[in-house]
């Protein structure tokens, strides 16, 4: 059947296994040559495709819930959106989220995945009691980061390169309420938006949404969103349940748009407007919005058209950050190429062996596949590996290997403990081919 | 606390309709045969949404234990969905007396004892609602698969016969037409797209009649007039096509 990921881009012919049971996994990957897991198909490009594929779809339940610990066990094919639902009314809440909820915990420990809270928080792997990882042998290992630190770091952020993560335990944080107190502070350009950052590093969860088209004095004009959970003394008062949230209106995009609907002019417009629209303050929204602002409209990749969209997502040293950040910046800008959507985000330190997150500042960016935004990645990643940045696996569709192993010093690493879990190279991707490791 | 007993819980119907239910705050109690799935499916529950979930081993065929069974659950249910079933092999059934009334016990006898103690005890309690998953296959017998499609059609009439019997008890009782499902039951035989409903479909549909008090329904809704078609074809006629 034909398959693609959240970027449209590409499109392959794939034969899709759908095991539900650990024996089901077990005999598939006994039979087949060289598979890669995949679970809601998020992420961007290409990590989740080969020609054989083992989905998780019906991999999906809950296994175990320690309400007095927060021990979250549950199988790889649920998502964080059926995890949301189960534990925010009983006041629990993800250490960790990416900026949708359709993603799985197979595929979010895959790619470590960060949330607005990493400079804090740390990423998913922080906060990964146990994992269990079926290998290409057939064996089924409980790997933890003390038993196992190799294997488990290996693992978290490994793309799905050691093996099938089959369940996770994941300490789950407590909230008091389903709300929370935001802050706004708006940045008239990419110096101020990172003096904001380096003066609001206390909040837990923060990040910049860019108006990338913006030029000279404007340059990185930004709005920093600032988060906390509300405590129930801060709403209380205004909610009869405080746990319990409205359910968003959700709407969705009902056809691929054509190619020229998003165009310099258009997006410009959208960013202009989208700047204007944020006000300075405090206030108090509901978890959904706040983490999950696009999911309220579904399949909103398809603005892209059919040529699909790509994500170029790199993270830069602290260290003259903003220097860096207002060349490329401005590079964009000048190349036209319009993103839609920019963010950028403080990363505390790492650990993972293909982890993406390190100490500095990533900024990601949506594009349209065209030639020409093609030969301005190729740009960029001079200047992000020169400057001891790196890009990341899980947006990328394009990355070629001297990029990923000047940007990942620890892959020879990895790529050591892959071999001794899977040395006959069963679990690859169309990803890990093209950057090398086979 | 409120709850629905599925019986033949190892259909794939089971869990998108479970969960319907769940989420609406009924307690879940799960019966068929492989308990080690139902207690992975009673934990899931459980935890998603915070209500009572629970497994036992059961065996439709096994009459002898259906009045035990029932009596040792810890409260009466208040639904009671019967997805019990099994194909069976055609040939086989031709072929051995023994095969074909597994097929014809998994399909109806054994429906019949458990489903007639359900109904002396919501007859008793004067309230309960009871759903029958029948089969349009049990409409018109095909060469391809017919005691399993006669077992079908006994049920069908069982289901509307327990309707009349519990009608003056307020008890009601849904009879459900499915067509092709895209279920483990199917899997590696070749059906239609278009026509080939999710096991989520049709659990929407199920929980959506229940909810409404409907005594007989189609899943999905096209399948009433593919059958009425169907049925149209005279025997004389039908006799003759290659039915599949």
């Given at each position: 059947?034909?398959?693609?990921?959240?970027?449209?881009?590409?499109?392959?012919?794939?034969?899709?296994?759908?095991?539900?049971?650990?024996?089901?996994?077990?005999?598939?990957?006994?039979?087949?040559?060289?598979?890669?897991?995949?679970?809601?198909?998020?992420?961007?490009?290409?990590?989740?495709?080969?020609?054989?594929?083992?989905?998780?779809?019906h991999?999906?339940?809950?296994?175990a819930?320690?309400?007095?610990?927060?021990?979250?066990?549950?199988?790889?094919?649920?998502?964080?959106?059926?995890?949301?639902?189960?534990?925010?009314?009983?006041?629990?809440?993800?250490?960790?989220?990416?900026?949708?909820?359709?993603?799985?915990?197979?595929?979010?420990?895959?790619?470590?995945?960060?949330?607005?809270?990493?400079?804090?928080?740390?990423?998913?792997?922080s906060?990964?009691?146990?994992?269990k990882l079926?290998?290409?042998?057939?064996?089924?290992?409980?790997?933890?980061?003390?038993?196992?630190?190799?294997?488990?770091?290996?693992?978290?952020?490994?793309?799905?390169?050691?093996g099938?993560?089959?369940?996770?335990?994941?300490?789950?944080?407590?909230?008091?309420?389903?709300y929370?107190?935001?802050?706004?502070?708006?940045?008239?350009?990419?110096?101020?938006?990172?003096?904001?950052?380096?003066?609001?590093?206390e909040?837990?969860?923060?990040?910049?949404?860019?108006?990338?088209?913006?030029?000279?004095?404007?340059?990185?004009?930004?709005?920093?969103?600032?988060?906390?959970h509300?405590?129930?003394?801060?709403?209380?008062?205004?909610?009869?349940?405080?746990?319990?949230?409205?359910?968003?209106?959700?709407?969705?995009?009902?056809?691929?748009?054509?190619?020229?609907?998003?165009?310099?002019?258009?997006?410009?417009?959208?960013?202009?407007?989208?700047?204007?629209?944020?006000r300075?303050?405090?206030?108090?929204?509901?978890?959904?919005p706040?983490?999950?602002?696009?999911?309220?409209?579904r399949?909103?990749?398809?603005?892209?058209?059919?040529?699909?969209?790509?994500?170029?997502?790199?993270?830069?040293?602290?260290?003259?950050?903003?220097?860096?950040?207002?060349?490329?910046?401005?590079?964009?800008?000048?190349?036209?190429?319009?993103?839609?959507?920019?963010?950028?985000?403080?990363?505390?330190?790492q650990?993972?062996?293909?982890?993406?997150?390190?100490?500095?500042?990533?900024?990601?960016?949506?594009?349209?596949?065209?030639?020409?935004?093609?030969?301005?990645?190729?740009?960029?990643?001079?200047?992000?590996?020169?400057n001891?940045?790196?890009?990341?696996?899980?947006?990328?569709?394009?990355?070629?290997?001297?990029?990923?192993?000047?940007?990942?010093?620890?892959?020879?690493?990895?790529?050591?403990?892959?071999?001794s879990?899977?040395?006959?190279?069963?679990?690859?991707?169309?990803?890990?081919?093209?950057?090398?490791?086979? | 606390?409120?709850?629905?007993?599925?019986?033949?819980?190892?259909?794939?119907?089971?869990?998108?309709?479970?969960?319907?239910?769940?989420?609406a705050?009924?307690?879940?109690?799960?019966?068929?045969?492989?308990?080690?799935?139902l207690?992975?499916?009673?934990?899931?529950?459980?935890?998603?949404?915070?209500?009572?979930?629970?497994?036992?081993?059961?065996?439709?065929?096994?009459?002898e234990?259906?009045?035990?069974?029932?009596?040792?659950?810890?409260?009466?249910?208040?639904?009671?969905?019967?997805?019990?079933?099994?194909?069976?092999?055609?040939?086989?059934?031709?072929?051995?007396?023994?095969?074909?009334?597994?097929?014809?016990?998994?399909?109806?006898?054994?429906?019949?004892?458990?489903?007639?103690?359900v109904?002396?005890?919501?007859?008793?309690?004067?309230?309960?609602?009871?759903?029958?998953?029948?089969?349009?296959?049990?409409?018109?017998?095909?060469?391809?698969?017919?005691?399993?499609?006669?077992?079908?059609?006994g049920?069908?009439?069982?289901?509307?016969?327990l309707?009349?019997?519990?009608?003056?008890?307020?008890?009601?009782?849904?009879?459900?037409?499915?067509?092709?499902?895209?279920?483990?039951?199917?899997?590696?035989?070749?059906?239609?797209?278009?026509?080939?409903a999710?096991?989520?479909?049709?659990?929407?549909?199920?929980y959506?009649?229940?909810?409404?008090?409907?005594?007989?329904?189609?899943?999905?809704?096209?399948?009433?007039?593919?059958?009425?078609?169907?049925?149209?074809?005279?025997?004389?006629?039908?006799?003759?096509?290659?039915?599949?």
């Amino acid at each position: 059947m034909k398959v693609t990921n959240w970027g449209n881009y590409p499109v392959i012919d794939a034969v899709v296994h759908e095991p539900r049971t650990t024996d089901d996994v077990r005999r598939i990957v006994a039979e087949e040559r060289e598979l890669i897991p995949r679970g809601l198909g998020r992420c961007y490009g290409d990590s989740s495709l080969n020609h054989t594929i083992l989905s998780t779809r019906h991999l999906d339940h809950f296994i175990a819930f320690d309400s007095s610990t927060g021990l979250l066990t549950c199988e790889a094919g649920v998502s964080f959106a059926d995890i949301v639902e189960a534990m925010v009314p009983r006041g629990w809440f993800l250490p960790v989220t990416p900026g949708t909820k359709f993603v799985t915990v197979g595929g979010a420990v895959a790619s470590d995945v960060h949330g607005k809270n990493h400079h804090v928080a740390g990423s998913l792997s922080s906060h990964i009691a146990s994992l269990k990882l079926l290998l290409a042998s057939g064996e089924v290992r409980t790997v933890t980061p003390e038993g196992e630190p190799e294997l488990f770091w290996a693992t978290c952020g490994g793309m799905g390169l050691t093996g099938v993560i089959l369940e996770a335990a994941i300490r789950m944080k407590r909230i008091e309420t389903a709300y929370i107190r935001q802050r706004i502070v708006k940045n008239r350009n990419i110096d101020e938006a990172v003096e904001a950052f380096e003066r609001n590093a206390e909040w837990t969860y923060s990040v910049a949404w860019i108006d990338c088209l913006a030029k000279g004095e404007h340059l990185g004009r930004s709005a920093l969103i600032l988060g906390e959970h509300a405590t129930q003394a801060e709403v209380g008062f205004r909610y009869r349940d405080p746990l319990s949230a409205e359910r968003p209106l959700s709407v969705a995009v009902p056809f691929m748009f054509p190619g020229f609907a998003l165009n310099t002019l258009t997006v410009k417009a959208f960013n202009a407007l989208r700047y204007a629209t944020y006000r300075n303050g405090d206030s108090f929204v509901e978890y959904e919005p706040f983490f999950y602002p696009l999911d309220g409209i579904r399949s909103w990749n398809r603005i892209y058209g059919r040529r699909g969209f790509t994500q170029y997502q790199f993270v830069v040293p602290r260290n003259g950050a903003a220097a860096l950040l207002r060349r490329i910046l401005s590079r964009i800008a000048e190349s036209g190429e319009g993103s839609f959507l920019a963010v950028l985000k403080l990363f505390g330190r790492q650990e993972g062996m293909l982890s993406f997150p390190m100490e500095g500042y990533t900024l990601a960016l949506d594009f349209a596949m065209t030639p020409e935004a093609l030969r301005l990645f190729s740009e960029l990643d001079t200047l992000v590996t020169e400057n001891g940045g790196r890009l990341y696996l899980t947006k990328d569709v394009r990355m070629n290997p001297e990029t990923f192993e000047r940007g990942y010093a620890k892959a020879a690493r990895f790529k050591e403990v892959k071999r001794s879990v899977d040395p006959h190279g069963k679990f690859l991707s169309l990803q890990s081919r093209r950057v090398g490791i086979l | 606390m409120r709850s629905v007993l599925f019986i033949g819980a190892g259909s794939d119907i089971t869990r998108p309709l479970a969960h319907r239910y769940a989420r609406a705050g009924y307690g879940i109690v799960l019966a068929s045969r492989s308990l080690p799935a139902l207690e992975r499916m009673a934990d899931d529950i459980r935890i998603r949404f915070n209500v009572d979930a629970r497994a036992y081993a059961f065996d439709v065929t096994r009459t002898e234990m259906h009045a035990s069974f029932y009596a040792a659950l810890p409260e009466p249910p208040e639904i009671v969905v019967c997805l019990a079933g099994t194909l069976g092999e055609q040939a086989l059934s031709e072929q051995d007396i023994g095969a074909a009334r597994q097929v014809i016990d998994a399909n109806f006898t054994g429906i019949v004892s458990i489903l007639h103690i359900v109904a002396a005890d919501f007859e008793r309690r004067k309230k309960g609602s009871i759903v029958g998953v029948s089969s349009v296959a049990g409409e018109r017998g095909r060469k391809s698969n017919y005691v399993y499609a006669a077992a079908k059609a006994g049920f069908t009439a069982f289901l509307s016969g327990l309707r009349n019997r519990l009608y003056p008890s307020h008890v009601h009782v849904l009879t459900v037409h499915p067509g092709f499902i895209r279920t483990k039951m199917i899997a590696g035989r070749e059906t239609p797209g278009i026509i080939t409903a999710s096991p989520e479909q049709v659990a929407k549909d199920i929980y959506e009649a229940q909810r409404a008090g409907k005594d007989f329904i189609y899943s999905r809704w096209f399948w009433r007039y593919i059958m009425l078609l169907f049925t149209m074809i005279p025997e004389s006629v039908a006799k003759k096509l290659d039915l599949r």
